[in-house]
Structure formats: structure tokens, C-alpha cells
């Protein structure tokens, strides 16, 4: 899967979803584009690794100051990283 693909892909969310589940793709699918291994971007955000695999596997959900390193780590806007987790409508 191409970067472009992986982030239209990221923009598409199933309906049975929750948050947890759309943040964690969202991220993965943000630091593949970048081609970063989740090593690199937890030490990037100053998270523990296996923290970082938690996050994008739904099975942590990180708090509102832990979501705004990682989007300072994949240098957008915490706003936006927010914004791509909403569902799509319609």
C-alpha cells in the first residue's frame, strides 16, 4: 500500500468503530507515510515503544497530553490529528 493510498484509507472509517480504534489507524497510518518505524516515533513523542504499539493497536487510548506529543512528533497540528479521527458521514 502506497502512502497516498494508506492516507485515503485512513479517511474511510467503518461505522462499528470507536475512537480508540480510529485514533490508533490514524496514527499508524500518519508514521507510515512518513516511513517511520513506531520505535522511532515513540522516541520521537518520548513514549515507551510498546506504549506506541498499544495506541495504534486500540488496546491503550492515550490521554489528551500524550495525543498532542505524538501529533508535535508527526508535525501536524493536535487539531488535526483529532480531525481525522472523526467518522465520516454519509
Do not use: D
Not at 498499544?54 to 483529532?82: C, G, H
Amino acid at each position: 500500500m502506497t502512502a497516498s493510498t494508506a492516507l485515503a484509507f485512513e479517511a474511510r472509517h467503518l461505522p462499528h468503530e470507536g475512537v480508540a480504534e480510529r485514533f490508533g489507524r490514524t496514527v499508524r497510518r500518519l508514521r507510515q507515510a512518513r516511513g517511520w518505524s513506531q520505535e522511532l516515533l515513540a522516541a520521537r513523542a518520548e513514549l515507551n515503544r510498546t506504549y506506541m504499539g498499544e495506541i495504534e493497536r486500540a488496546s491503550a487510548m492515550p490521554s489528551l497530553q500524550t495525543a498532542a506529543k505524538l501529533a508535535q512528533a508527526l508535525e501536524v497540528p493536535l487539531a488535526e490529528l483529532i480531525q481525522r479521527c472523526e467518522p465520516q458521514l454519509g
